[in-house]
């Protein structure tokens, strides 16, 4: 390109005619940079791409396209690296996210950054400016140092600036995304590498396949026996399964450690359906109680950060009261909050078999006293909320919609649910069951708002199953242009919108009266509007029997459906269940 261009509006075409130079037909067959990359992602596995289309890399998504390749461009960067986030944590293998370079980079950082905190494997590939130009700070276009500000917020980072690298750089970028603890990987692809051109045979020769990317981690002998005896002196023992155990897809090793030893457990969000949330050894409806009251706990691909109250405090009663077996592939994450006195380092898979060896066929399951406990204390919570769930009114209340919902998935244990808000988040986790694995995708580690379009999006492309976006009317704004994107690839996803006019509750005020509340909304917005304008389907539902009506219609259909789910302005509650982490002030103002 001639850098002394100084017409912003040429700057795509040169782009494009730089990506698109022909080879000469007299020569030998030659390659060049796209086609590297196309087919060493192909080579790999890897059928889909996630992005937003631009310079440096249109023609790189039209290439892909071409060679048979699924690629679902986005509206928004972030929302296509959510999608291929989660498109990791489904399939196992790196979701591929695309983006251009400088800003659109930073978008799609965000997703990268969750992705590495959630565990996902994802690949982030961004075009970037040429490097003499950014290395001199000479102002190219869009010129940013994108490998510097990547490298601390992923697993893993490369730059590839010959042709002859690519096949390599892929390949390390997709063991490093899935082996050991998964996470984001960012690869740097600056704007001369996809024109550059080599010899076709030779081009061949340089993809690498990689074999064996995530190799098992097998427990030492010993902590396993650990673990066993640390698990046999338990009088109130208990498992928490967390969404590394759902990544694992060691379902029926997760199902006979729990079934065998006839220990209660309790999911995490993302692990509900590894065993169905109806099963008699669920602890999800008495799980206050569990965690207080168990004298040993065994964590399955779960960590103690915030969300499990880092393992002590009140929520673990008495300080010392209990031991922790902890089974992750990472071994820097034991005693990272609070002692571990039973280690298992390894994968999931490989540490829950091990258990199930040693544990032989005969084992003592935990002492009736315990059991019937959690029994009585699950029932009689069950019992005070199938009450609210019954609720007929209008407009409705949180505990109503999500009663019908709750129905729904109930009926469809097939059906994908995301689910993303505050109090829509809090009281969907603890309404709604599930019943298989991997079909309930929310926000995980971060509790990131934001994610629920690309969520759906990935999770209908990837397994071809409806999905369910049950989403706030705050957190829908993060990705809700989206819907378009649904209605474009005509997927089956239903968006059923919370709408309470606000976050948290759309009550708030001014006290000044010049503007509306910082929390609020306009009131009596029409969401399903939003999917008319694209061809979709649009409900307003104002009771439990019009949301449960619509809902049915859209799964049965197929068709992009989005609803607007009336809820009560005052329903709700200020940041949900993490008030708490919600400072407010008690000064009063100064005359």
């Not at 010129?143 to 390390?172: N, S, T, W, Y």
């Not at 199930?356 to 029932?379: F, H, N, V, Y």
């Amino acid at each position: 390109m001639d850098r002394n261009t100084t017409d912003p509006t040429t700057i795509e075409s040169e782009f494009s005619a730089n990506s698109v130079a022909t080879v000469e037909d007299t020569g030998p067959e030659q390659t060049d940079g796209f086609h590297l990359v196309i087919d060493a992602l192909k080579l790999n596995g890897i059928d889909t791409i996630y992005g937003v289309p631009g310079i440096p890399i249109t023609d790189l998504g039209r290439l892909a396209q071409a060679e048979g390749m699924r690629v679902i461009s986005f509206r928004h960067e972030q929302n296509a690296g959510n999608a291929a986030a989660i498109a990791g944590f489904l399939t196992k293998k790196p979701g591929i996210c695309l983006t251009v370079s400088a800003p659109g980079f930073l978008n799609g950082l965000t997703a990268l950054a969750n992705a590495t905190t959630n565990c996902f494997p994802m690949i982030l590939i961004s075009g970037s400016s040429e490097r003499e130009i950014v290395d001199l700070q000479q102002g190219d276009y869009e010129e940013m140092d994108q490998l510097a500000i990547a490298k601390p917020l992923c697993k893993a980072a490369f730059r590839v600036l010959h042709a002859a690298d690519i096949g390599i750089a892929v390949a390390r970028a997709i063991r490093a995304a899935v082996s050991g603890r998964p996470g984001g990987v960012y690869l740097d692809l600056p704007a001369k590498l996809f024109s550059q051109v080599m010899d076709a045979e030779a081009g061949a020769k340089s993809l690498v396949k990689v074999i064996d990317p995530a190799p098992a981690q097998l427990p030492a002998p010993a902590a396993v026996k650990r673990a066993l005896d640390v698990l046999k002196s338990a009088k109130r023992p208990l498992i928490v399964l967390g969404k590394g155990a759902a990544y694992a897809q060691a379902d029926e090793e997760v199902r006979a450690l729990v079934e065998r030893s006839g220990i209660p457990y309790v999911p995490m969000s993302m692990a509900k359906g590894l065993l169905p949330d109806t099963h008699e050894q669920s602890a999800g409806a008495a799980r206050s109680m569990v965690l207080k009251d168990a004298d040993v706990v065994v964590l399955v691909g779960a960590r103690l950060n915030w969300l499990l109250s880092h393992g002590k405090g009140k929520t673990w009663g008495e300080p010392g009261s209990k031991k922790f077996i902890q089974i992750d592939i990472e071994p820097k994450e034991m005693d990272s909050n609070v002692e571990i006195v039973a280690p298992l380092v390894g994968d999931i898979g490989s540490c829950v078999s091990a258990l199930l060896d040693g544990m032989g066929q005969d084992w003592k399951a935990p002492p009736a006293e315990w059991t019937d406990a959690i029994k009585s204390r699950k029932d009689a919570n069950l019992s005070k909320m199938s009450a609210k769930l019954l609720k007929n009114s209008a407009p409705m209340d949180f505990h109503g919609a999500l009663g019908v919902l709750r129905t729904i998935i109930k009926e469809r244990p097939d059906a994908i649910l995301v689910n993303e808000g505050a109090n829509t988040l809090d009281l969907a986790r603890s309404v709604i069951d599930m019943y298989q694995p991997r079909k309930r995708l929310d926000v995980g580690t971060w509790g990131v708002m934001g994610i629920g379009m690309g969520f759906a999006i990935a999770a209908a492309v990837e397994t071809g199953k409806p999905v369910l976006a049950v989403e706030g009317d705050s957190a829908f704004g993060f990705s809700g242009m989206e819907v378009e994107t649904i209605c474009r690839y005509d997927l089956p996803v239903c968006v059923v919108i919370f709408n309470n006019n606000g976050i948290y509750r759309g009550t708030d005020t001014d006290p000044t009266g010049r503007d509306p509340g910082t929390t609020v909304f306009v009131k009596d917005s029409r969401y399903d509007k939003m999917m008319e304008a694209f061809g979709g389907i649009g409900v307003n539902a104002t009771t439990p029997d019009e949301l449960a009506r619509a809902v049915n219609e859209a799964m049965d259909s197929g068709k992009p459906t989005l609803i607007n789910a009336v809820i009560d302005p005052h329903a709700g509650t200020e940041s949900g269940n993490i008030g708490s982490l919600n400072p407010q002030s008690t000064v009063k103002k100064k005359k």
